[in-house]
Structure formats: structure tokens, C-alpha cells
């Protein structure tokens, strides 16, 4: 367990908090306040959070962390015998070591395009569901989940959620939007979904902020307050309600204020494709395209080990014999140097 | 919604961490770390609780909060069909929503005096359970569950933890002590159970933070590594493991870096026991002997409204028609001088 | 494994199945009819079930024993945060090995005389719950369960049920009755409960048919449909969904066809009576007053022990260091001789 | 709801017990046994299995039906994050409406061959789960689920059987084979698996009944006693323990007194191969190869319109446009005229 000094694009959620949210927490520790979310900056990030999604209505609640954010919000929606629709890669089906099946519940996976699912695959499931005159020995869809970004970093447009919520309404089951890095989506000029449409669109999601600056923390939102009898029981069921929640609180409530929030995400969806641009410059190919913070090289392993004592990023899957795809994160502490260097890098490899 | 101007003695985790912890958390800020745990400095903490308690093999792990820490830890030492003995006033059997019960144990309840448990009344349940000829009808005792300090603010001596440790290795139970509060047992003259010890006695116990002076986090120790084959994948299953690892992990190893745990404990300790003198001197009865950072006054209603615009505490239970237990706990940002008023508030009152 | 050579009282599930349920089997065994309960015999006894208790609408669902159909029940009408209230003495609270707790609900225990909880006792218990400012850190009572007859044989009157039911209706809690000996309360004069009565003031509640001579069965009835949304899908989740769903049908058709339900418990009930009466009259106390098909005396050990290789009980608990509590069970097979012999061989015990 | 005037082949226990067994239940029905399994006719029927399976030590258990059985079974062996690897067709996949769920374990699935896993699909997915660095955040694969035959009437062969026992074994997997019908998988000339094989190679698997000829029931043996610290335990919790255990015993005393077991299901296999034979000569195909006593022709939809008032078959899937995959079921109390019946009016519709 040594230091890492190399410039590593592993991950977004490598370094500490933004400095300002830092400041934010030392401004505000002495104060008293009340515990488990009930103190007046987690109301302020409440409000905050329900002016930007023009929601005046919607609840929302704090949690520490994604996998916990995600299995607590499907046992609010769902009861135990339904299941939830989900891409193969999403993050619940492969990445949250059984927390959706500790709730009851089955993982409805369905085949994805670079992360996404369709609003035809989601209606065809339940078609095949309610056609099935021994339905009720299969497992219900009661929800479906995305995320977006997906775990590609790419995006749904409105047109597609749109069609998307319209199959979940008409099949009477949830729609909830997994937003662990949902700023890189608001963020960029590609997106076309709002916090409002999403709102409008989703029956739950959640603004993560983990990926983008937090030192720890995810808002839940659930526009619809008539949805929300029973997240706060369901959440403290799971130990997943902080004592001292003004910690979340004063994050998001910071985040939000100056839009500090989109400031982040901009600048690193702005480095993610000058990263992504370059890489494309040298002949390198993607998995997907670059639409957030991710970018997804299929790189020889060679040139990956010619740069590898100064440059590393994720390992994301082996694509043949002598090249794997290899994934590069931008957080809010990657330096714009740090872009130009990898892609300096990499140029001198391919010579 | 308003900010809290009266001084509220209501409990230990109002305010947010202690200065030193903040200092340390923007010192480490910028570094790159491995997340889930996995950084250097999570690291050194552990090491440092492993020289604490001498025992170099343990597993230590971080965890966000209290009952999260215990739905976890029990959910990974039991099958899920054997029960969990605990005192009726235990907060796995009051104040956890149930989420013991989420991984399909049942908390087995017994009378407790002040809090606490008998290592005689332990060794009844076992035997009543292995004399009766149906026992397959009825819940295993697997595990018994303590606090060091209880609800109570009481201590287990060092005797009464060996008896009950002797009980449980007799019958095979495994023995978990929670210790949300342990600092100020650890740092009361009137405590003769050590770290150690505590390693020697019990299977897993934990060692709280954010009622000490942490943002948020526990440190859960498990002494025998045999034991932890299975805690990091249930401990996922749960969402409680923390992408930006090191947000606990630094708390901790500065908590145990020059003694600071020990010299918060110690100072709200005797805090405490002035605040306890105090009260006994002005007549007031107690619920339970004041033996850490907590005190439970049996307060007439009159005195509590009297001195209720400048000084609160936290509603324990009504103890008749005029009267109530309140508890007043003390925390790293309560001053001395807070104390001495509250005394001489309700010096006034008594007239 | 010997074979039972000697009378034994030990329970109403020693036997099969009565012989008039045995001969409908053989005569039905040849037809072919659909499975998991969509065949004709169980759509009939449904209908002899809704006949009988006046609720045309009732959803009627057949089940293969009592735990099972306790614990189906339960999850299908709570979320799994909320808790059951029931007796100390509750089948569910002490001899189901946590099924209860399997679908992550809390068995709230109250107090009981005699098996039975009072609607005082459940209001406060309620109350209690919601004048708590922190209640959702504790579990939600979301049901009652009562047993009719109770674990001691005893009763509740129509008076105290329908108190109960008022409680319940009043704070939005369900109210579920286990009838696993239900046939023998309702065959019983002392009873002025009747299964519309059931139906009228329970959620939901089951006739039980293997503690009256069927082979297996419990037949559980949800009298307003607008409840039953979803048991059979939890149902099947449960695995509590027999394949070959007539064999349970055929039984309970042919138990209510003619009236054998009623006999069969009649019968039962008057020699339960008998034997009451004549151990009290050989000077025995009772632990509760004998109202169905048990008996409950408080022996000496060394009269149990001298007619032990004739006649036997069961074990119900210790009473003291010399006398212990026995339970006596009629079953659909017992002969009146039986019950005369074993009053005799006490009376010359008693000498 | 109308009485089946067809000949339907829908299904395999669509009528109720062979004669044999019923006769049997009557022969004992009035003697008075222990409950819940420890009775002499469920320790006769367990002496024959383990003879049977010449494992003396074997544990053996009786339950009602074959989702209790698996979902019991699973959650016996597995810890609650351990995953459970089956086809994608395999009955815990697809029929058991999240059974598997309920016990928080995730169903791993896997491409099938007419219903088939190979040893080498298993090793990867093992393989690929311990090569994944972060592989405490995905599900740990600790068990693997066959059926013998499959839900497609095919059979794994003793080589077969053999390769995936041993990859389980290095990986420190167990295996489990469902055996709802594997009397017709012993029946069968085509099959060189033993009871004794199963027994050597698996760690649990069971002996079905329910689809055999048994009113209920299906025996499960854990060959391995070192292995079953904990099934009756996990039993009782998920109310899969019968309160008249003799019913299953007795059933299953009769099953394998004389042979009656194979005697069933080799006229069965006999009359498939017939029916299976029939088909192919009309030039129907399959599905899959008929192996057991079931047969998977697909139809056009207008043969089996144009017979359908005579007989039925069960709906499969649908093949095209214009035809379907239809399962013929032979069960112990299918006339062999009914099959030459069938033969014969597909005969005509083809003209």
C-alpha cells in the first residue's frame, strides 16, 4: 500500500471534496443542529434542489452512498416478489454484490446499446410478462432502472426518456433514474434532458455527489410526494440514515448554491473530450462515444505499458488477444496539464 | 425549521467533528487515493487500532454509522435464522427501525438492569433453548449483542464481561459489543475494561466516531481474523461500503494519532460527572448512575419549562404524572461554561 | 423409532386424515384437473367458504400448513419495515423459528392472560408508538395477530374482538386471526364468535385443516377483496403454492359438505370437557379454563410418571420443582375410552 | 371453471396419487406417528433412499414441493451474498416468481443447450468472477443449480455430470441437482446416471414426487452429513416443515418399497418415445430430443386448432408466425390408448 504519484484517471472519486465544499463544512461546524437530516442545510439543499427541478412538491432525502441509495429507492417503490428492469451492464445487475436481491427482489436484465436500454425492449418484457397466463409464477416488473450517464458515460435523449416513461406509465411501473454522475449529464452541450424533465419524467432519481466533488453523499428526489409514504422507514430500515446529516446537507446545499454543481461538470466534460478528441486524433478507437466524463479507448496493451509508469487509467474489459478497453475518468481535481500530458504521452508512443 | 439558539445538551452529535478531524481532512484533501477502503490512510488507522488492542491479525473495517454497523455485523456472523440476544432497552431492539429483523434474524430480548445484561440470565436462555425438545421450532441464540457504554451511559466491569464472554464461548455464541459511545468507557476512571480486553472477550466490537467527534464513521474490529471470512461481501450487499474510503479512514487515524480519542472522551467525562454531582447536590434522583458522557436526571416537568428557553435536553420516558427522565449528554463542543449555567439555572428554579 | 404403542394426548396432528376426507380423495383421484389450485374442488370449497362466512367476494387461498400460511400472510400485507403485534404466548413469536423475522418484520410481543391480548393493551401499544417524536427509528406496528382459539385453548368473546377490531380499524393496523383450531372455538357453546363475525372484523384470517383431521391444509380467507391485490404472488414466492392444489381443495370441500367441519370439532370439544372436568374433580388445577379441544392440568410429576406407560401428554412447561403443566389434545381419532381410561388411572394414582 | 373432458397432456400432475399410494395412506391412516418428520414411515422412507444412493450417512428431508425444496435448499448451503449459477432456462431462473430472491441469493444465469450447462461455461463464469479485482463488488458465485432431467426432458450424462462435479469441487462450489422428475432421468435407457453417481458427484439434490405420482411431496438427500448442520433449521424458518410429516413418508415408503418408483416412470419414458416416435414420423420436429416423459413438437398452430377439442397439449413458446412449441406430458395415469389417440388424430389432420 504505497502513495500513487502516478497521474492516474482511474476513477472520479480518488481525491477528497471541492476546496469549496471543504470551506463550506468548516464555516458551518460549530453550529448545532438537529441530527438526521432535520437541520436547516439540509432543508436549504432540500430547497434548493426542488427550485432546480421546479418540483415545490417533491421530497428528497440524503443518503452516504450509491449501492445504498439505489437498493433502499427500489425497496421504497417495490414489494418483494416484483422485480426491476435493468441494461445487463447496469450498475445494479453486475456492481452492488446482491444489494438489490437483500431487498427481494430480481434483476430483470435486458440486452443494452452502449449502456442504454430502449422503450421497445422495456414494453416487450411486459408484454411477454402479462401474456404469460402462469404470470403469476414469474417474477413482476414493478420498475425499471437507468442511469445517466450510463456506465458508458452516454446519455438518453428526452426523446428517448420520453418514450421510455410513457411504456412504464401505461404498464403502471417505475421509473427511476440512477444520477451517480448526473452533473456530467447536465452539463454538456450533447444532453437535452433538464432537472425539470426529469422531474416531469422519472418517478424517483437521484443527483449524485460522490463522482462530482462530494466527499460523500447522493440526493434522492422523488418528485411525486404522493410516492413518498415510505422511504424515511425503509431508509432507516437499511442504516442508511446519518446521524450528523447536515454532512450531506451542507455539501449539497453548497454545491447548489452558485451553481458550483454545473461549474465542475462542465469543466471536466469539456477536458473528457479534448481527452476523447485526441485519442481519436491518434487513431484510437472507442467503445462508446465520449458524451460525459468517460472516456473508453480500445488501446493496445502495449502502448498502455509504454506509458504506464507515468499515466494509468481503469481496467474495463480485454477486447482481444493485445488490446483491452481502458477507461480515463476526469474528476474536479484533474489537471488540464494532466490531459495534455496523457495525450503527449500516448503521441510519442505511436511515434 | 430554525437554527437552535438555546444550549441543548439533547445529544453527542450535534455539531460536526472535532477541529483537529477537520484539519486533517483538508490537509489529505488533494491526494489521490484507492477508494472502498483501500487507501494508505484507512490504512494506518487500522494499523493503529490493531497496536491499540494488541492484536496485529485483526480485520478492521469502516463503516458509516452505528446501526448500519451492527445490521452488518450480525448479518454477517449469524445464518440468517438465528437470533441475536440483547437487552430490551438495547438500541439494536428499540431504535434500529427493524433492521436487524432486514436480514432475518430476531432479536431475542431480556430484562436488563440499568442497561445491562447478565451473564446468568444469558446461560438460562441458551439452556432453555437447548432443553426444549422442539427447539427446531424456535430461534438459535447465535449471538449475544452488549453495549459498552449502554443505552444508560453504564459499564460492564471487566468481571461481569468475562462472565458473559465464559457463557457465551460455553455455548458457542459469538459475543459483539457496541461500542458507539466506547471512547468515554475506555476514558472514565471507573472503567477497567480495555481495548484489549475487549479483543480477548469478544468476537467483534466497534469503536464509534461519530458520537466522539467524527464527521461520521465506526471502526469495526473483528480480534480473530478466522472469524472474518465474510464481512467485506455482506458489508457490500448492505451499501455500507464508502467509495471515498479514506473520508473515515482519515478521521481515524487522526483520532488515534496522539491520543485524541482518549482526550475528548476524557474531557466530556468529567463533564459529565460535575454536571451529575451538581444535579444530585440540587436533589434531583437518577435514572442510572452517571458513569460516562451521559446523564439521566429525573427531572419535575415545572423545572424542565422553567429553564426551557435557555437550556434543553432530550426526552428519555415519563416517570409519573409530573415528572420525567431527560437526558443531558455532553460532546466535544459542549463548553464548561454551558454546564455550570444549566447548574445554576436550575439552582434558581429550586430557589 | 419405535412405533407409539401407549395412549397418547401429545397432540390433534398423530393420525391422518378422517376417514370420510381419505374416502373423497380416493373417489376424486383419477379426474384430471388443472394445477395450483385453478381446479374445480378448491374453486367449491372456496365457495362453501364464502357461503359460510357470508362474503360472497372473499378471497379465498389454500395453503399447506400454519407457519407457512402465518408467514405468507404477514408479508403479503405489511412492508417489510412494519412490525406484528402479538401475545408472548403467540405461535408466531415463539414457534415459527423466525419466519416472521424471514420476511423482515418484527414480532411486537405484549403481554397476555392466558393467551389472549386485550384491545387496551394494543392501543396503548399503538399510541405509544406514535406519540414517540423519533418513531421512525422504531418499528411501524402495521397488524395485529390473535390466535381463536389461543395457544391455551382459551377464547375471545365477540365483545373483546370486536374491541380489537375497532383499535385496529382506528389506527389503520390490520387485524389477522390463525385458526388453525378454529373448527373447535366455533363447534364450542361458549363461543359467540362466528366465521361472519370473522369476516366482518378481521383483515384476514385461516380455518385450519390439519389440526382437524385433514392431511394438510389451512384454507385462509381475505373477506374483502379489495385487500388482496397481492398474496398470490408472495404466495408463490413463498413456495407455498402446492402444484397438485386439489389435494387441498378436495379436503376442504368434503370438511364443509355436510357439516363434518362442525361435527368432527363438536365431538371433540365435549370430550375435552369431560376430561376437564374430571381431572378437576380428581382435585388437578388448571392452567387455564378448558374452552376447546385442550386441556391444560398442572400435574405431579410423580403421577404423570405412574401412568406414563399407558398414557402420556405433552410437555407444556415447568410449573414448579415437583409439577409441571401438561397438555391434553382430543383429535378426530381419540375414543371416548381413551379419555375414561386415562381419568381412571389417575384416580388410582390419586388413591 | 369447467370439468376437463379432454385428454389433456398438459402437465404431469393434473390427477392425484398413483393407486398404490393411496391404498397405502389408508392402510396406515389411523395409526398415530410423531409429527414433522420423526415418524416411522419418513424413517423408512429415508432408510430406502439411503440404500438406494448407498450413502448410509446421507441426511434426508420431505417437502411439499419443488420451489419450497430449491429455495430451502439454496439458502441452506449459501450465505445470503452468495449468487447461484443456473441456465437461463433452469426453474429457479425463470418459474419460481423471485423464490431464490427471497433468500437474497442472485440466480446467475448462463446459456443453455436444450436446457443444458456445460462444466467449461462454469468454470469461466467462475473464472471470471476471481479474476475481477474488484470482485467483493459483484456477486460471489457459490453454488451451482442443474435439473435431471432439464426442463426440456434432456439428460446430462455421466461424463457430463461428472466435468461440472469437478470444476464445482476446485472452485469450492456446491452442486445441486433438482430432480422434480428424475425418476424418468433413472427410467430411461438413455441415462447412465445413478442414484449412486448423484450421490457421489452432487452435495444435495432431490427425488420428486409431486410429478411422479405422489399427492405431494419430494425428497431431498444431502449426501454428505458434514454438510447439513443447518437444513431443518432454514426449514422450519421458511414453514417448509409439514406438522403430519408421515404424509410424505408414507408416500415415499410406498415409491420405493417394490420398485413402483421406476415402474412408473419406465412406462412413461416408454409411451414419450412413443409419442415422440409418432410425431417425427408425421414430420413434425422437436424441439429437443425426447428423453424422459416429456415431448416438444412444434406444431402449426392450425394442427393443433383442428385437434384441440379432443386434445391438448401445454403451451411452450411461440416458433414462428404460424407455429408453436407444444409440451406433451406423459404422467403414471396417461392411458396408452390416449397417446395412440393423439397419433392418430394428428394422423388425419395431416391427411
Redesign the interface.
Known amino acids: 500500500?504505497?502513495?500513487?504519484t502516478r497521474l492516474?484517471f482511474a476513477?472520479d472519486?480518488?481525491?477528497?471534496?471541492h476546496?469549496l465544499i471543504?470551506r463550506r463544512?468548516?464555516e458551518?461546524?460549530?453550529?448545532?443542529?438537529?441530527?438526521y437530516g432535520?437541520?436547516?442545510y439540509s432543508?436549504s439543499a432540500r430547497e434548493k434542489i426542488r427550485a432546480a427541478c421546479r418540483t415545490p412538491e417533491a421530497a428528497v432525502f440524503f443518503l452516504?452512498?450509491?449501492?445504498?441509495?439505489?437498493?433502499?429507492m427500489i425497496?421504497a417503490f417495490l414489494?418483494?416478489?416484483?422485480?426491476v428492469i435493468a441494461a445487463q451492464s447496469g450498475h445494479i445487475s453486475?456492481?452492488?454484490?446482491?444489494?438489490i436481491?437483500?431487498?427481494?427482489?430480481?434483476?430483470l436484465t435486458l440486452p443494452h446499446r452502449a449502456g442504454k436500454l430502449t422503450a421497445e425492449a422495456i414494453r416487450k418484457c411486459m408484454e411477454a410478462y402479462l401474456q404469460d397466463?402462469?404470470h403469476?409464477?414469474?417474477?413482476?416488473p414493478g420498475m425499471v432502472y437507468l442511469s445517466q450517464p450510463t456506465e458508458y458515460g452516454t446519455l438518453y435523449s428526452l426523446k428517448e426518456l420520453e418514450a421510455i416513461s410513457a411504456v412504464c406509465r401505461d404498464a403502471d411501473m417505475r421509473l427511476y433514474v440512477d444520477g451517480a454522475r448526473l452533473a456530467y449529464a447536465l452539463a454538456t452541450t450533447e444532453n437535452d434532458v433538464s432537472l425539470p424533465d426529469l422531474a416531469r419524467l422519472c418517478d424517483a432519481f437521484y443527483i449524485g455527489g460522490?463522482?462530482l466533488g462530494a466527499?460523500?453523499g447522493e440526493a434522492l428526489v422523488i418528485p411525486n410526494p404522493a410516492l413518498d409514504r415510505?422511504f424515511?422507514?425503509?431508509q432507516?430500515?437499511?442504516?442508511?440514515?446519518?446521524?450528523?446529516g447536515?454532512?450531506v446537507g451542507v455539501q449539497f446545499a453548497e454545491l447548489l448554491r452558485d451553481g458550483l454543481y454545473a461549474e465542475i461538470a462542465h469543466r471536466e466534460d469539456r477536458l473528457a473530450a479534448k481527452l476523447s478528441a485526441g485519442l481519436e486524433a491518434l487513431g484510437y478507437a472507442l467503445l462508446a462515444p465520449t458524451q460525459t466524463n468517460q472516456v473508453f479507448p480500445i488501446l493496445p496493451d502495449a502502448d498502455a505499458a509504454a506509458i504506464a509508469d507515468r499515466y494509468t487509467g481503469g481496467?474495463w474489459q480485454r477486447e482481444d488477444e493485445t488490446h483491452s478497453v481502458v477507461r480515463f475518468c476526469i474528476s474536479w481535481?484533474t489537471p488540464e496539464e494532466a490531459v495534455d500530458g496523457l495525450l503527449e504521452a500516448l503521441r510519442e508512443v505511436r511515434g
Not at 28 to 35: D, L, S
Not at 64 to 72: D, E, I, K, L, R
Open positions: 500500500m504505497k502513495k500513487e492516474t476513477s472519486y480518488m481525491e477528497g471534496a476546496p471543504l463544512l468548516a458551518t461546524n460549530a453550529e448545532k443542529t438537529a441530527g432535520l437541520d436547516e432543508e452516504a452512498g450509491g449501492t445504498q441509495t439505489n437498493a433502499v425497496d414489494r418483494p416478489w416484483q422485480g453486475v456492481h452492488e454484490a446482491g444489494a436481491e437483500f431487498g427481494s427482489h430480481k434483476v397466463a402462469n403469476d409464477h414469474t417474477v413482476m460522490t463522482k466527499l460523500c415510505d424515511r422507514y425503509i432507516k430500515q437499511h442504516g442508511a440514515r446519518t446521524a450528523k447536515r454532512l481496467f481535481a
